[in-house]
């Protein structure tokens, strides 16, 4: 069990580099590029409705809907979900507090649409004004870290809970509020929230 668990935590580690990693190019080569496809591209109907709909999994309150239901009628995991609860909210915190530091427009902003040229100086601006928080994405640090917490729980579920994710995650860009970049970014932090919340936490199973 012990090494299932190591080989679990070093897996979600090398995930979460290679998405921190990724995010660094994206800013440079396709952040524009996919902003503005994405402006001129409309998903169809049903296919739209359904990526709108898994914002639930990375909003704050979804999160809190999802953890309460689970809390009540599943009494025998409480240790595991209070687990994947503390998982979820490290995630959302480091992700937003973030974003007080690295300034950057939003693509919907109206302000700028190049990646590179959508960056503010450092620690400019309101922490409130939303317009200029894109990076990193809360929302996407938030679903990614639901979905390592919930497959903690429910292991079973993993790939439901990650194609969940991965709609969340698709939403923040199809809806234009951050660039690819600011959601591979959310889900680096995520990822190595849990990595270090698994790496530290062995008697949680």
């Known amino acids: ?100 530091p690295f300034s950057r427009y939003r693509p919907n902003s109206g302000t700028a649409i190049s990646g590179v040229d959508s960056w503010l100086a450092i620690f400019d601006g309101s922490f409130w004004d939303s317009t200029h928080r894109s990076f990193p994405s809360g929302h996407s640090a938030t679903a990614v870290a639901l979905a390592i917490g919930l497959s903690i729980v429910y292991p079973r579920g993993k790939y439901f809970f990650a194609t969940f994710a991965l709609m969340a995650c698709l939403q923040r860009i199809v809806s234009q509020a951050h660039y690819p970049s600011d959601v591979l970014a959310g889900a680096a932090i995520a990822t190595l929230c849990c990595w270090i919340c698994m790496r530290f936490s062995k008697g949680v199973r």
Request: charged letters at 15%; a positive charge.
């Open 1 to 100: 069990m012990q090494t299932s668990g190591n080989r679990q935590s070093f897996a979600w580690l090398v995930i979460g580099l290679s998405a921190g990693l990724t995010a660094i190019p994206c800013t440079f080569f396709c952040d524009t590029l996919i902003a503005q496809s994405v402006a001129k591209f409309q998903l169809p109907g049903d296919i739209n409705k359904a990526v709108q709909l898994a914002e639930v999994f990375a909003h704050g309150s979804g999160v809190i809907a999802i953890f309460a239901t689970l809390w009540w009628i599943d009494r025998d995991r409480r240790r595991l979900i209070q687990f994947a609860m503390g998982m979820t909210l490290l995630s959302s915190v480091i992700a937003n507090v973030l974003k007080y």
